[in-house]
């Protein structure tokens, strides 16, 4: 049985209700960045996340119209995940989150160590290059 939600009292609040999950910003990040992936791409790229935690959360945002889920019938089954039109239009709030994390951090005086969204991408990268370099090995 589904929960009835009050109407949020503000935008923050509204917003919050909805992004608001130790993984979900993580989860939408990625998907910004790399467009459609696999269930077990997307929780390699966010690095401590479990598979259950992941579920929860891309159900939420799915609920959400933020996130669109599509399952193939396939043998093992296959399920992929993109942003919604909706979901997009979180592109430049993420990048804006993430250019004050950097200014926050900064601030701070904290040297800047890899964080999971930089780690996510560096695997990313040097997966993108392996695959480049065995298409273009003889």
């Not at 608001?20 to 401590?48: D, E, M, Y």
């Not at 979901?87 to 800047?112: F, K």
Request: hydrophobic share 45%; net charge positive; aromatic share 4%.
């Amino acid at each position: 049985m589904k929960k009835e939600r009050t109407a949020p009292v503000c935008a923050i609040t509204a917003a919050l209700d909805v992004l608001g999950g130790k993984w979900k910003v993580f989860a939408l990040s990625q998907l910004a960045q790399h467009g459609t992936l696999r269930f077990g791409k997307l929780q390699k790229l966010i690095p401590n996340v479990t598979q259950k935690m992941l579920t929860q959360q891309l159900r939420e945002l799915e609920e959400a119209g933020l996130v669109a889920r599509e399952i193939f019938a396939e043998v093992p089954p296959r399920v992929e995940y993109r942003l919604t039109a909706h979901g997009l239009t979180l592109h430049p709030v993420l990048g804006a989150l993430r250019n004050w994390g950097e200014l926050h951090r900064e601030v701070l005086g904290q040297a800047a160590p890899p964080t999971a969204c930089e780690l996510a991408e560096k695997l990313a990268r040097s997966e993108a290059g392996a695959e480049t370099r065995r298409a273009v090995a003889p």
